[in-house]
């Protein structure tokens, strides 16, 4: 029965059932369930999503969206360059050049409040 309703077999396939070893229907069966824990791990993913997406800020009596966006929220296409470019070494996009960019600009700018900093100590 788990082969029907879990494994994915179908009542066609009886002859390819009667013939699994228990190491085959072992690991199938510890696949399901690694697919179901996935499934959960999604399921609460998104309801820590649909609470992030409803955060706001302000007070109490004026609150306001803390994302205007949904890409404020959620960019797919940073994502996709972000995972393209951990596996692909010549990989180059906008969206990364603009990231490198901008961490250059804020290092830069972290850099110079420092030496502002050290300037007026002295």
């Known amino acids: 029965?788990?082969?029907?309703?879990?494994l994915g077999f179908n009542i066609a396939q009886m002859h390819e059932i009667e013939c699994l070893t228990l190491v085959e229907y072992q690991l199938g069966m510890e696949a399901y369930a690694i697919k179901k824990a996935l499934k959960q791990e999604d399921i609460a993913s998104q309801a820590w999503l649909n609470q992030q997406v409803?955060?706001?800020?302000?007070?109490?009596k004026h609150p306001k969206p803390k994302?205007?966006?949904?890409?404020?929220?959620y960019n797919?296409?940073?994502?996709?360059?972000?995972?393209?470019?951990?596996?692909?070494?010549d990989y180059t996009s906008k969206h990364v050049e603009q990231k490198k960019e901008q961490e250059i600009i804020a290092d830069r700018w972290q850099k110079l409040q420092e030496m502002k900093k050290r300037r007026k100590e002295e």
């Open 1 to 6: 029965m788990n082969c029907l309703t879990r």
């Open 54 to 60: 409803q955060a706001t800020t302000g007070s109490d």
């Open 76 to 89: 797919a296409e940073d994502i996709e360059d972000e995972i393209r470019a951990g596996y692909e070494d």
């Open 67 to 73: 994302y205007k966006r949904f890409t404020d929220f």
